[in-house]
């Protein structure tokens, strides 16, 4: 397998961190840690789900046929509602669960059956599960004291590794001393400290507050972009996923619905679950009249006539969910020319600052969104007005219909 | 103009910490009300007969209630050669005294305690009492022969005194002497000492064997299924329902030279039937019996701290690259610590004043010191030194607790 040296990227201007020191710390720690750390052509998968199946009770399958390459490098997310059966993936991946059927590779070594601690995975887990006796820098230092190395290689890896995480002062304390994001970011160095190639978090972020964990996403994003590390990343917080990953894989019901980067997955859903669970979407209902180059024509359950782009639909006659994004609508007061133009009447106005939440109904459906721009020439909306909304035939999304 | 800082008062004038205090007088009075009756109960049916027993192991009046005159002309007795007419006389008209009220019969006891044999000699010189003439102690020494030797005087001494460290001694196996203080008794004679040897030695055993035993039980417990470990759980609390009695009878027809376990090891082949192994009426029976009976003890106190052990610690502890053996010894073992030192603590306290199983099992080689204490309380009406034998039990007790707080601290125990 052809091998070459990882170069350490910094993190993309339009991500700073938060604040500057660290952005040294971890300039610091690269080139301390990792510089000699080797990775894979990214054009082999560094790790390879193939045909996977799990089943716990031997009646129902949490994880249906699961195939997914995740390159070296890269930070993939997976996504979904719980239950979906994301965790289970990762778990078996870590080892903890074994496939009932189908391969697990690590660098092109099938690992289903290496036990947890030969597969060199580092994991965040939900809770961190800090070891509560040990201090945090016993707890650092617990997966390289199993490797065996010499206790001032020990001490001198601990250090760095708290330096990266600014928690120098820290490393005699215990646990249960530290706070919710402190904990988080000591189980981090834990899971980074013997300097795996893959990391595995599972909801890492979950316990923390708002504005502690989107700090703490952009902290992680840019570990990963430095250390080069390949990380998989389980969440239900598309929010999370979006800001995060490279990829995202958008797991529901045990299938991977979707594989995609955050642009895509936001922008051209391929069914109607990835429309609905990734960002805010309105859906419209109605039966498939005509498709004709890519263009799907589609009548509403009240028996206006829509284009949409032809994305999942089946045949003519088969019932499909159109998905458009509010903030691709406009509210104007008559028809405009090139657009797409439904009936629409206001039934109430949230006034956000950046823009207006606009909540109408339309074609029968009370619940369709519109982000109105904050503009002065939009701002003569009243609740109950008869208006029309509009998008581009391109914004509009024929899907699978799903309810 | 100096800085006074003037007392809050509350809306009525009075100092707040006076109306604050009368308050919560009502309150702290009220829970002080809830808690009376227990209190009362423990000092009544404890506190109180375990002084009194404690007391009777240095304090013993038998002698000077019945005969008290002796008692105190015996006082001025320098014990070194035989009393003068004084005493004899004294104790003549006391002899006659006790003869007439019988109640030389327990005089005699309690001397007979301190110089084996006395009983017979009082008895008899107290029927002849009755009709002796001066001299006194011509005639008493007629009596018997005992009378001659200082040693049974010095024996008659120490038991007249009413405060004595005499069973406090006897029961670490030292003797009291007058004028010469404690002495080490004869090696036939020193079984107290063993007793207590022994009986640290099976305790210690009985609480390794219910560790190791039930520390995969109670594992299992935490770790399976609920559905699975209820189950579990009810076979676990089962012995709680059936009476110890029954408990321990059913090993000795399972122990038992013709019981079921010597019976299939005859019919395997590995003993031959005219030798089976004696494994009850022993050491070993006792053993059996109590790491059976107090297992319980040991599978709670660590069932309900290694439920509250998540099991994504050990997980941690793998994916960070800790082989199962590291995991459990350096990350699961010392959260179970706590858990371990509350069942070996109870189990041990438990096992130490064990008294019916080793009754029934134990046979001669499997008695501990709490069935000794029982003979003394029951059999040989030595309350003294019953009382003396619990004392230093429980100071013993007392000694571990305080060993094991300064160990591994009495905060980590976790009873559930």
Redesign the interface.
């Known amino acids: 397998m052809k091998r070459e040296k990882y170069a350490s990227k910094i993190g993309r201007p339009q991500h700073l961190p938060s604040n500057m020191v660290t952005c040294f710390y971890l300039t610091l720690f690269i080139f301390s840690l990792h510089s000699g750390n080797i990775m894979l052509d990214s054009s082999d998968p560094f790790v390879r789900f193939k045909n996977v199946q799990k089943s716990y009770d031997g009646e129902t399958l949490v994880v249906k046929d699961l195939n997914l390459d995740i390159a070296a490098g890269e930070f993939v997310t997976m996504l979904g509602p719980s239950g979906s059966g994301k965790t289970t993936c990762l778990m078996m991946l870590?080892?903890?669960e074994t496939a009932t059927h189908g391969d697990i590779e690590l660098g092109g070594r099938p690992i289903n059956n290496i036990?947890?601690?030969k597969?060199?995975?580092?994991?965040v887990?939900?809770?961190y599960?800090?070891?509560?006796?040990l201090t945090v820098a016993e707890n650092l230092a617990?997966?390289l004291k199993?490797?065996k190395m010499s206790a001032a290689e020990v001490e001198d890896k601990v250090a760095k590794v708290l330096d990266m995480v600014q928690m120098r002062a820290f490393g005699d304390r215990k646990p249960a001393q530290l706070s919710g994001g402190q904990q988080q970011r000591i189980a981090l160095a834990?899971?980074l400290v013997?300097e795996p190639d893959l990391v595995?978090m599972d909801e890492p972020l979950g316990a923390l507050d708002k504005q502690l964990r989107e700090h703490m996403q952009y902290e992680i994003k840019h570990i990963h972009e430095s250390l080069g590390v390949t990380v998989v990343y389980v969440t239900h917080d598309q929010s999370e996923a979006l800001t995060m990953s490279n990829r995202i894989a958008v797991f529901n019901d045990g299938v991977v619905q979707q594989l995609a980067d955050p642009v895509t997955l936001y922008e051209k859903p391929e069914n109607a679950f990835v429309a609905q669970f990734i960002g805010e979407n309105n859906r419209l209902l109605g039966t498939v009249k005509d498709v004709t180059k890519g263009i799907a024509s589609v009548e509403l359950d009240n028996g206006d006539m829509v284009k949409a782009l032809a994305i999942n639909v089946g045949g003519k006659g088969e019932r499909s969910l159109l998905s458009v994004r509010p903030e691709r609508c406009i509210v104007t007061p008559k028809k405009s020319r090139g657009l797409t133009a439904l009936n629409g009447r206001i039934e109430e106005l949230i006034y956000l600052g950046d823009h207006i939440r606009c909540r109408m109904n339309v074609a029968g459906d009370d619940d369709f969104i519109v982000k109105v721009p904050n503009t002065s020439s939009q701002l003569g909306l009243v609740i109950g007005a008869e208006v029309y909304v509009g998008w581009e035939t391109s914004d509009c999304r024929a899907l699978d219909y799903l309810y | 103009m100096p800085n006074v800082v003037e007392p809050i008062t509350a809306a009525d004038g009075t100092p707040l910490k006076k109306k604050l205090a009368r308050a919560l007088f009502r309150s702290k009075l009220r829970a002080a009300g809830l808690v009376l009756p227990l209190f009362a109960f423990i000092i009544a049916t404890f506190v109180v007969p375990i002084f009194a027993l404690m007391l009777q192991g240095v304090h013993n009046d038998t002698f000077y209630t019945y005969m008290p005159r002796t008692a105190e002309v015996l006082n001025d007795w320098d014990g070194e050669s035989l009393p003068g007419e004084l005493v004899f006389a004294t104790l003549a008209a006391e002899l006659a005294k006790g003869k007439k009220e019988r109640t030389v019969g327990k005089v005699a006891t309690r001397v007979n305690r301190q110089y084996s044999g006395a009983r017979s000699t009082f008895t008899k010189t107290a029927r002849k009492a009755v009709k002796m003439e001066a001299p006194f102690k011509e005639a008493i020494l007629k009596a018997d022969k005992k009378w001659k030797r200082v040693e049974f005087w010095q024996a008659i001494k120490l038991t007249s005194e009413t405060w004595t460290p005499a069973f406090y001694g006897a029961a670490l196996d030292y003797e009291l002497k007058l004028n010469e203080g404690f002495e080490r008794k004869v090696e036939k004679e020193r079984i107290h000492v063993k007793l207590f040897w022994r009986t640290l030695v099976i305790s210690a055993v009985v609480m390794g064997c219910c560790l190791l035993l039930g520390y995969p039980v109670a594992y299992l417990l935490a770790t399976l299924p609920l559905k699975t470990s209820n189950l579990l759980m009810i076979l676990v609390l089962l012995p709680f329902w059936t009476s110890l009695l029954v408990r321990t009878t059913a090993w000795i027809a399972i122990l038992q030279s013709q019981g079921v376990v010597n019976d299939i090891l005859v019919w395997v082949g590995v003993t031959s039937d005219d030798s089976r192994f004696s494994l009850i009426y022993n050491m070993t029976g006792t053993v059996v019996a109590m790491t059976h009976i107090l297992l319980p003890f040991m599978v709670l106190p660590l069932y309900s701290v290694m439920k509250t052990i998540p099991p994504a610690y050990v997980r941690a502890a793998r994916s960070l690259g800790a082989t199962p053996t590291l995991a459990f010894l350096r990350i699961y073992l010392p959260q179970t610590v706590p858990g371990i030192g509350a069942g070996g603590l109870l189990v041990f306290i438990l096992a130490i004043g064990y008294y019916i199983t080793p009754a029934l099992v134990g046979g001669q080689s499997g008695v501990l010191i709490s069935n000794m204490i029982a003979f003394h309380m029951k059999s040989s009406l030595n309350w003294s030194l019953a009382a003396a034998l619990g004392g230093i039990l429980l100071a013993g007790v007392l000694l571990l607790y305080w060993a094991y707080d300064r160990v591994v601290g009495i905060d980590n125990v976790k009873l559930g």
Do not use: S, T
């Open positions: 870590a080892g903890f036990p947890p601690h597969r060199g995975i580092g994991m887990f939900q809770n599960a800090l070891f509560p006796h617990f997966p199993v490797r834990r899971a013997f595995l």
